[in-house]
Protein backbone atom coordinates (compact mmCIF):
# COMPACT_ATOMS: atom_id res chain seq x y z
CA UNK A 1 0.00 0.00 0.00
CA UNK A 2 1.49 3.27 -1.00
CA UNK A 3 1.67 5.81 1.70
CA UNK A 4 2.09 9.35 0.36
CA UNK A 5 4.31 12.22 2.59
CA UNK A 6 2.91 13.61 5.36
CA UNK A 7 4.32 16.90 6.26
CA UNK A 8 2.81 16.85 9.84
CA UNK A 9 3.59 13.51 10.96
CA UNK A 10 7.62 13.32 9.81
CA UNK A 11 9.53 15.47 11.77
CA UNK A 12 12.37 17.61 10.58
CA UNK A 13 15.40 15.40 12.21
CA UNK A 14 15.35 11.82 12.93
CA UNK A 15 18.08 10.21 15.36
CA UNK A 16 18.34 6.51 14.41
CA UNK A 17 21.46 4.40 15.61
CA UNK A 18 23.00 7.86 17.25
CA UNK A 19 22.71 9.84 13.59
CA UNK A 20 21.29 12.81 13.30
CA UNK A 21 19.94 13.83 9.68
CA UNK A 22 17.49 16.12 7.94
CA UNK A 23 14.07 14.98 6.39
CA UNK A 24 12.74 17.68 3.95
CA UNK A 25 9.37 18.26 3.50
CA UNK A 26 7.89 18.37 -0.28
CA UNK A 27 10.15 20.83 -2.08
CA UNK A 28 10.99 19.05 -5.51
CA UNK A 29 11.12 20.72 -8.73
CA UNK A 30 9.04 17.90 -10.36
CA UNK A 31 5.18 17.40 -9.94
CA UNK A 32 3.21 14.85 -10.63
CA UNK A 33 2.50 16.26 -14.59
CA UNK A 34 6.59 16.30 -15.16
CA UNK A 35 6.51 13.04 -14.10
CA UNK A 36 4.04 11.61 -16.12
CA UNK A 37 5.61 13.54 -18.89
CA UNK A 38 8.71 12.22 -18.49
CA UNK A 39 7.24 8.50 -18.36
CA UNK A 40 5.19 9.56 -21.27
CA UNK A 41 8.45 10.67 -23.51
CA UNK A 42 9.82 7.32 -22.55
CA UNK A 43 12.05 7.65 -19.69
CA UNK A 44 11.84 4.26 -17.29
CA UNK A 45 11.45 4.76 -14.00
CA UNK A 46 15.23 4.63 -12.93
CA UNK A 47 15.96 7.26 -15.48
CA UNK A 48 13.29 9.57 -14.35
CA UNK A 49 14.94 9.41 -10.77
CA UNK A 50 18.30 10.22 -12.43
CA UNK A 51 16.38 13.20 -14.69
CA UNK A 52 15.41 15.14 -11.29
CA UNK A 53 19.11 14.92 -10.11
CA UNK A 54 20.40 16.37 -14.19
CA UNK A 55 21.63 19.22 -11.98
CA UNK A 56 23.45 17.65 -8.81
CA UNK A 57 25.06 15.13 -11.01
CA UNK A 58 26.60 17.55 -13.57
CA UNK A 59 29.26 15.79 -15.74
CA UNK A 60 28.07 12.38 -14.53
CA UNK A 61 24.28 12.99 -15.51
CA UNK A 62 24.80 11.07 -19.38
CA UNK A 63 27.04 8.41 -17.08
CA UNK A 64 24.48 7.65 -14.82
CA UNK A 65 21.63 8.04 -17.25
CA UNK A 66 23.22 5.18 -19.29
CA UNK A 67 24.17 3.22 -16.27
CA UNK A 68 20.42 2.53 -15.03
CA UNK A 69 19.22 2.56 -18.73
CA UNK A 70 17.81 -0.96 -18.35
CA UNK A 71 16.87 -1.50 -14.75
CA UNK A 72 13.22 -0.47 -14.71
CA UNK A 73 10.25 -2.63 -13.73
CA UNK A 74 11.88 -3.93 -11.31
CA UNK A 75 14.61 -5.61 -13.36
CA UNK A 76 11.65 -8.10 -15.17
CA UNK A 77 12.60 -10.05 -12.46
CA UNK A 78 10.41 -9.13 -9.86
CA UNK A 79 13.26 -7.26 -7.85
CA UNK A 80 14.45 -4.08 -6.54
CA UNK A 81 11.79 -1.28 -8.05
CA UNK A 82 13.62 0.88 -10.55
CA UNK A 83 12.79 3.84 -8.82
CA UNK A 84 14.59 2.73 -6.13
CA UNK A 85 17.84 1.94 -7.61
CA UNK A 86 17.65 4.93 -9.52
CA UNK A 87 17.67 6.66 -5.90
CA UNK A 88 20.59 4.30 -4.73
CA UNK A 89 23.08 5.66 -8.01
CA UNK A 90 22.47 9.37 -7.38
CA UNK A 91 23.42 8.69 -3.60
CA UNK A 92 26.31 6.93 -5.07
CA UNK A 93 27.55 8.70 -7.52
CA UNK A 94 27.16 11.75 -4.37
CA UNK A 95 29.24 9.68 -1.89
CA UNK A 96 31.23 6.99 -3.53
CA UNK A 97 34.38 6.68 -4.83
CA UNK A 98 36.33 5.66 -7.52
CA UNK A 99 38.90 3.24 -6.20
CA UNK A 100 38.69 0.97 -3.25
CA UNK A 101 37.67 3.69 -0.28
CA UNK A 102 36.42 2.59 3.16
CA UNK A 103 35.65 5.74 4.05
CA UNK A 104 33.60 6.29 1.38
CA UNK A 105 32.23 2.77 1.47
CA UNK A 106 31.03 3.59 5.06
CA UNK A 107 30.03 6.65 3.66
CA UNK A 108 27.44 5.19 1.49
CA UNK A 109 26.36 2.53 3.47
CA UNK A 110 24.94 5.08 6.28
CA UNK A 111 23.06 7.22 3.32
CA UNK A 112 21.80 4.07 1.75
CA UNK A 113 20.30 2.79 5.37
CA UNK A 114 19.10 6.46 5.62
CA UNK A 115 17.36 6.01 2.24
CA UNK A 116 15.86 2.94 3.32
CA UNK A 117 14.74 4.07 7.22
CA UNK A 118 12.62 7.23 5.30
CA UNK A 119 11.74 5.04 2.34
CA UNK A 120 9.98 2.55 3.96
CA UNK A 121 7.90 4.96 6.32
CA UNK A 122 6.41 6.29 2.95
CA UNK A 123 6.35 3.03 0.76
CA UNK A 124 5.06 0.00 1.29
CA UNK A 125 7.54 -2.79 -0.16
CA UNK A 126 10.95 -1.94 -2.19
CA UNK A 127 10.06 -4.18 -5.40
CA UNK A 128 7.78 -3.92 -7.82
CA UNK A 129 5.23 -6.32 -7.21
CA UNK A 130 5.10 -5.22 -3.77
CA UNK A 131 4.56 -1.90 -4.26
CA UNK A 132 2.27 -2.18 -7.29
CA UNK A 133 0.71 -5.07 -5.98
CA UNK A 134 0.82 -6.71 -9.05
CA UNK A 135 3.22 -8.85 -10.66
CA UNK A 136 3.83 -6.56 -14.04
CA UNK A 137 5.58 -9.98 -15.31
CA UNK A 138 2.42 -11.43 -15.71
CA UNK A 139 0.27 -10.02 -19.27
CA UNK A 140 -2.71 -10.18 -17.02
CA UNK A 141 -1.03 -7.64 -14.18
CA UNK A 142 0.57 -5.49 -17.22
CA UNK A 143 -2.68 -4.64 -18.77
CA UNK A 144 -4.30 -4.31 -15.05
CA UNK A 145 -1.72 -1.95 -14.11
CA UNK A 146 -2.50 -0.11 -17.37
CA UNK A 147 -6.23 0.17 -16.52
CA UNK A 148 -5.67 0.92 -12.80
CA UNK A 149 -3.56 3.34 -14.00
CA UNK A 150 -0.79 2.66 -11.52
CA UNK A 151 1.97 3.58 -13.88
CA UNK A 152 0.98 6.71 -13.94
CA UNK A 153 -0.45 8.04 -10.50
CA UNK A 154 1.08 5.27 -8.03
CA UNK A 155 4.56 4.98 -9.60
CA UNK A 156 4.28 9.53 -9.96
CA UNK A 157 3.53 9.91 -6.53
CA UNK A 158 6.13 7.29 -4.94
CA UNK A 159 8.76 8.95 -7.17
CA UNK A 160 7.89 12.38 -5.80
CA UNK A 161 8.52 10.67 -2.22
CA UNK A 162 11.77 9.34 -3.59
CA UNK A 163 13.12 12.34 -5.22
CA UNK A 164 11.99 14.66 -1.76
CA UNK A 165 14.26 11.78 0.47
CA UNK A 166 17.23 11.54 -1.62
CA UNK A 167 17.65 15.71 -2.12
CA UNK A 168 17.43 15.47 2.35
CA UNK A 169 19.93 12.93 1.69
CA UNK A 170 22.44 14.92 -0.61
CA UNK A 171 21.74 18.30 0.30
CA UNK A 172 19.96 19.37 -2.62
Known amino acids: MYVPYDAVNYPMFEVSDHLLYPLIGPSSSMDMDTLTRLADEGYDCAQIIIKAFENELGDSYP ?8 MSMGLLQGSLCGAVIGALTVIGFKYGAETPDISSRGLCMIKREMFFTEYKKRVQGTTCPEILGLDVRKNEDNIRAIKENLFTDKC ?3 FMDIIEI ?3 IIGA
Open 63 to 70: AAMKAVSC
Open 156 to 158: PRM
Open 166 to 168: VKG
